[in-house]
């Protein structure tokens, strides 16, 4: 039986005065790719920053390696292996690919370590290599996403949580990215996965949990998932 690495249990999340998140409870286990899908506004956004701390809890509680993270700050979690790749990328525009990455290691003080671990990116994102000394201010939304990833990894993360990373991206570029989050997974770090194309996402997927007006309504096996009629009707545009 695989550990259970973050717990969501009974989150209520208030947005903008409007109740976003109305009770979630779902849970990740060490080693799977987690996928949460539904349509825009479903509430996915709000319940990944509510786990990274930039959202208030009204309700409910977030556990991860077995402990209460309520109100605790994204720092403290980055220290303890919990990472964010957010959405809309919020890369160091001003900064260069090379520093950016950098800044993604901020927490750790093992060189040869972080030396390896920037080889890796590079090996995984080689346009990133290529351009390590460019401002991130100046790549494509693609090369940003790239770079947002590449940054989340150099923490060394047990969990990585990503938050839309094919959003607005060309369709060459969105099958890059599926195919560094499953290289990554591949790699033994543990992913939650918020998607609006469900399609991809339960491709590459071990689980999946629907969301739809801030609850979860199924819950499952990917590919079975990937297969249900409800499913494909709702998400898949069949």
């Known amino acids: ?73 994204a720092w403290n979690l980055v220290r303890q292996g919990l990472a964010m790749v957010p959405e809309g990328r919020g890369v160091f525009t001003r900064m260069s690919i090379g520093e950016n990455l950098q800044m993604g290691a901020h927490i750790r003080t093992d060189k040869a370590g972080i030396a390896a671990d920037l080889d890796k990116v590079f090996t995984i994102f080689p346009r990133l290599k290529e351009r390590r000394d460019q401002l991130a201010g100046t790549l494509s939304g693609g090369e940003q996403q790239m770079l947002a990833m590449g940054r989340g990894l150099m923490s060394r993360p047990k969990v990585l949580l990503m938050d839309e990373p094919s959003m607005g991206l060309s369709p060459i570029m969105v099958d890059k990215i599926f195919e560094v989050v499953r290289e990554v997974s591949a790699q033994g770090v543990t992913i939650l996965l918020v998607e609006q194309n469900a399609s991809r996402a339960l491709q590459i997927a071990d689980r999946a949990y629907v969301m739809e007006s801030g609850l979860i309504t199924m819950q499952g096996d990917a590919r079975q998932m990937l297969s249900d009629p409800k499913v494909r009707a709702a998400y898949l545009g069949e």
């Open 1 to 73: 039986m695989r550990a259970t690495l973050l717990k969501v249990k009974g989150l209520k999340v208030a947005y903008g005065g409007i109740q976003a998140v109305k009770g979630v409870d779902f849970e990740v286990h060490e080693g799977e790719l987690v996928t949460l899908i539904g349509s825009n506004g479903a509430g996915k956004t709000t319940t990944m920053k509510a786990i990274t701390g930039s959202l208030p809890l009204n309700d409910g509680d977030i556990e991860y390696l077995g402990h209460s993270i309520r109100g605790k700050g």
